[in-house]
Structures are given as C-alpha cells and as structure tokens.
C-alpha cells in the first residue's frame, strides 16, 4: 500500500490553494485535525496550519516536535513546511504567526472554530492593531478530500478488502442463544485480526425487534430463531475507513422477513448500478428509494443511501434526498462512499445492506466483496 507522498501532499494543498485564489484569500487557517493530517500528513491530535500561497504553516507544541521532524525525513515529508512551536496558547501562537508573515485576507474553517475562539482572534488581532480580516469558509478542504487520490484509494481499497474476513467471523458467531454483545466481541476481536488500527464506529448489531432501530449499538438481547440480524461495522486502516453492513437471519424465517430483505437487496443493487461521473448524488439516492417506494416501503426507509467515506466514517459526499441544506453533487471519478438502503418496520425488524464504492471513469468499483444474498442460518 503506497502511503501518501511528498507529491500526493502538493497537489492536495495545490487544490486548495486554487479554492483560496478563488475567494481571494491570503490564507486558509485550518483548525480540523483531519484537515490538517489530509494537507501536511501531521496525524497529533493537536496542531494548526496556515496554508498560504507558497508555504505551510504547521504550529505544534512540544509534544509532536520530534513527531513532526521525523516524518520530514521521509517519503511523506510535507513540502514547503515551516513548523512553528507553541509554547503555550495556539492562539496567540497563531496570531504571533499571522503577524510575522504579512497575510490580511485570512480564511477559517467556520464548521471547526467556535464563535468564542473567532472572537478572541480579532479582539487580540486589534489589540495588536494587526490589519488583518477573518473570513468564514465553508468546506474547503472537505471539498477536496471527497475526491481520492492515488494513495488514498489504495488504502481504501485495502481497508474494505480486509472486511471480507471480518464478515465471515461475524457470520460465524451469530447463532440462536449468543447476545448481540458476544457477537459484537466477535466483530471487533476479527477487525483487530485483520490488521485494522481501530474500529472506524461502534459495532452495530441489531437483532429481532431491535434491527428496526437503524442506530441500535449492540446489548444484552438474546438472538433467537426467525431473527433479522444487522451487523454494520467497520476498521481503520491507515487512517482511513471502511464501513459494511449484512442483514442474515436466523431460519426459520417468515416470508414478510424474505419479503423486506429482497426489497432492500433490490434498492441497493439499484442505487449501485445507478453511480456513474456525472450523476448527482440524490439521483444515486432515487434510485434506492424508488424501488423500496414501490413496495411501499418508502416510510420504512428513514436516512440517506449513504455517505463519503475517509479520514472520517461519514464525509463528502452525502448520499441524500434533495435537501434545503445540501446542495446535490455531480459524482466524480476518486469518490468513495457507501450504499445502505434500508427498511425498518418497528417491533417487526429491519434489514440494511452496505457496500462501499469507488467513483470510476464509467461506472463504480464495489470495494466490499462479501456475499450479499440472504443468508438464513
Ligand atoms: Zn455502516
Ligand atoms: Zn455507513
């Protein structure tokens, strides 16, 4: 798997850069610690960036100095680093910054920096009579991560190939008479096996009534005979995330149960055979919901088809119905995300499927390879 390199980190930040020029901004302070790993490869949980025309920025306390200098050396060094130290608040650390390099037109991450933080910046920016503006930006960097690059893909495309022995543990722990919990044990014990650094989310199993709750975790419930069993989990590879999701059952199973899972089975075949350069997001999402809305399952089916998948388990782009707050996105040949109809009929059950994707030139590469036909155990 070929990590990302000091050419993968360029042309990231060159992506950005154009979005900066483009809202005619000297710099972008990027206070995301994902952002900031996708731009500078810097994973400590703490750190700042400047991203100027020319140069990044990186402000880090002591704790990842050493960190920060090692990773300089290698293939995945960041270019045109500057690293500054805190030596104790990053935000005066950031102004002292901001002073010294000359920047006016500042831009910050408006989903990331509270209004508390924001107002501190200009009252000690005028206290310090910088003549400095800050701008809210929306999205900037997420913008470019829903788009992979060569290394990203790689390592996405490892991170769901490994589910597929993790599938196969899952499976083989559900049986009558084992609680959701042992068999979640059994799920995050394979992802460890697997290779992966974490679970990317809290391992979902859902059994019986419970597998009409789309966000149920995993309890003391005991799984019985003519169950719906929802196992949604994922791991972490590389900082990077998979996310699948299998409905079994255990026989026997009652027809309205076969019923609902042929439904769901149908909409996400759908909605995959639907993903293409081009086609909008919430045309990917019809396509889904239109073939459970034919049987009448429209109002069991309550969320999006999906979502980006990356540094983080949910990211660009969203998977949705038209919404006020998001606007559709033409799919571009580098996205990944996931397709999870769903169907959930409470106190009866529910059945999810989940498969991770890969915007091609003419199509979609499904990542997640394990069977999806129902499995009646
Ligand atoms: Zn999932
Ligand atoms: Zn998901």
């Known amino acids: 798997m070929p990590p990302s ?48 025309a020319k140069t990044a920025h990186l402000l880090v306390d002591f704790r990842y100095r050493d960190a920060v200098q090692m990773s300089q050396q290698s293939p995945g060094a960041c270019p045109d680093l500057r690293t500054w130290e805190v030596p104790g608040s990053y935000d005066e650390a950031l102004l002292g910054c901001l002073a010294a390099i000359g920047v006016s037109a500042i831009g910050f991450e408006a989903a990331h920096v509270t209004v508390a933080t924001h107002e501190w910046w200009r009252t000690a920016a005028d206290a310090r009579r910088l003549a400095v503006a800050f701008r809210p930006t929306t999205a900037v960097v997420e913008q470019a991560r829903a788009v992979k690059d060569a290394s990203e893909i790689a390592t996405l495309r490892e991170a769901a190939r490994r589910l597929d022995d993790v599938v196969r543990a899952a499976i083989g722990a559900v049986r009558a008479g084992v609680r959701e919990r042992d068999v979640a044990a059994a799920i995050e014990s394979a992802l460890r096996a697997a290779g992966y650094e974490r679970p990317a989310f809290d391992t979902i199993v859902a059994s019986g009534p419970h597998s009409a709750l789309p966000h149920h975790r995993a309890g003391e419930r005991m799984l019985g005979s003519g169950d719906l069993v929802v196992l949604d989990f994922g791991g972490v590879l590389d900082g990077y995330c998979s ?17 609902l899972y042929a439904a769901v089975y149908e909409a996400q075949q759908a909605a995959v055979a639907a993903v293409r350069p081009g086609v909008e997001t919430t045309a990917v999402d019809a396509a889904a919901r239109q073939v459970l809305e034919a049987r009448g399952l429209g109002a069991a089916f309550g969320h999006g088809t999906g979502h980006g998948l990356g540094l983080e388990i949910h990211e660009e782009p969203r998977i949705t119905r038209p919404r006020s ?5 033409p799919l571009v040949p580098g996205m990944v995300f996931t397709i999870e109809p769903g169907a959930y009929l409470s106190g009866f059950g529910g059945v999810r499927i989940e498969d991770d994707v890969l915007v091609t030139e003419d199509g979609c590469e499904v990542l997640t390879t394990a069977p999806r036909e129902l499995q009646i155990l």
């Open 325 to 329: 707050d998001l606007a559709p996105v």
């Open 5 to 52: 390199t000091t050419a993968h980190l360029a042309a990231r930040q060159a992506r950005v850069r154009q979005a900066l020029d483009a809202l005619s901004l000297d710099a972008l302070v990027v206070t995301s610690a994902t952002n900031v790993r996708y731009l500078t490869g810097h994973a400590g949980s703490a750190g700042l960036l400047v991203l100027t």
């Open 243 to 259: 996310d699948l999701t299998r409905t079994v059952a255990i026989g026997p199973l009652s027809p309205e149960a076969r019923g």
